[in-house]
């Protein structure tokens, strides 16, 4: 299954049409429907006592959130599109997974602000619920976005990180219809230097050879399908070596698998892939592992 | 035997207000929810007219405007837009994915952007399908 359908979520302040824009390019592999969903928190017309349901402040925030989308909608529908919308009130986790099941989208698109642990614990969007009730990859946007560059979009030159895990190597499955738009893909495995008993520089070069090899055999999945494949080994902190290959090759995005286990036992906060997206400028890809996704 | 029309829309509030000028007016109301519910039932039904809105979950009005045209079965069914997208963009689109497939469709029978008023509503579908016809 390519990438079709697509969930794009937003605030408006978080992400706009600007941000989608590059994504189009997804077309040339598929991409021929875009879900808008726009979830109004409930606090923001929540029953307040001496105040009571603010329905008319639901209703004027649907509409304004209506105008924009029908603005976005009338472009993608003059380019051929499909376009859909979703404009609710509720819990952005719930509201996100129930559109993403409804539609059976194959990406999911949201924005990520940098916020301090304890804005996180309130505030933040659990993307790790999202990953584990819909076994939906998650592309995270950076919030305000980096400044757009019209010359990239994030499938260009991804950076795949791979633990081998499940996880990691249905990122691989995920990415390979996206093959026509992919200019270059770079794929990164960081070997742990706690792990490296000894301290010869047998063990370390054996390391190399055995992970280079598993590499090299992915990069031939996608250099068979005419996508130029680089393969890097590198030793230490994965999430520094991860950063740094990013910058080093000039990636558009990172690609990481997320594992059940880890993604529950690290939840969003303190884990890679928030902390790369505190520190990157560019989007994350956050791929699950390929397993049924819950029953609504 | 008294007109059934289809009214395909996903906000309920909309789908009450035409559901209301459609049975004041002596026709008899179907509801869909979205483009790919509507298109069952239209199969299953046979309306003697849509009204269709465009921007829905699931499927959008584009599509199944476009399903409904060009099956051979339902082609003939008339089909009132009524939207917040412009007309133009309809149009465009429709010739875009027209491009596409090589395959046209005509123009639909009424396009109603939203809002409309009920009499609007009202006389637009009887000029349609005439006034309704009683048992």
Known sequence: MGIEKLLFVTRFEDLSFDDLKPLLELRKAGLNHIIFLNVIESEKVRLQRGVGFKKAEAVRLKEIANVRFI???????????????????????EQVVKAAKNEEANLIVMGHKTKTRLQELYTGVDISEILERTHIPVLIHKEPP??????????????????WTPASL?????????????????????????????????????????????????????TSMGVSARGHVHIGDSLREIEQAAQEHHASM????????????????????????????????????????EKL | MTQTILLVDDDPDVLTLNMTVVEENGYIPILAENGEKGLEMAKT???????????MPRQSGIKMYRAIKLD??????????????AQQSFQKSQETLAGFSGSPVPEPEAYLEKPVSPAELGSTIRRIIGPAKNE
């Open chain 1, 71 to 93: 603005d976005w909608a009338e472009t993608l529908f003059e380019q051929g599109l499909e376009v859909g919308v979703y404009i609710v009130v509720g819990n952005v986790v």
């Open chain 1, 146 to 163: 980096a400044p757009l560059r019209t010359d990239m979009h994030p499938f260009q030159r991804p950076l795949l990180a791979t633990a």
């Open chain 1, 170 to 222: 249905h990122a691989v499955e995920f990415l390979k219809p996206a093959g026509p738009v992919i200019e270059e893909i770079h794929i990164l495995h960081v070997a742990d230097k706690d792990a490296l008993n000894g301290d010869s520089a047998m063990v370390v070069q054996e390391t190399r050879k055995v992970t280079r090899k598993k590499l090299d055999e992915i990069c031939t999945q996608f």
């Open chain 1, 254 to 293: 990172v690609v990481l698998g997320m594992s059940r286990r880890a993604g529950w036992q690290e939840r969003w906060m303190g884990s890679i892939p928030k902390t790369l997206m505190d520190r990157l400028s560019i989007p994350v890809l956050i791929v699950p592992a390929d397993e049924k996704p």
């Open chain 2, 45 to 55: 039904e046979h309306p003697d007219l849509i009204i269709l809105d465009i921007l």
């Open chain 2, 72 to 85: 051979e079965t339902l082609k003939n069914i008339p089909v009132i837009i009524l939207s917040g997208i």
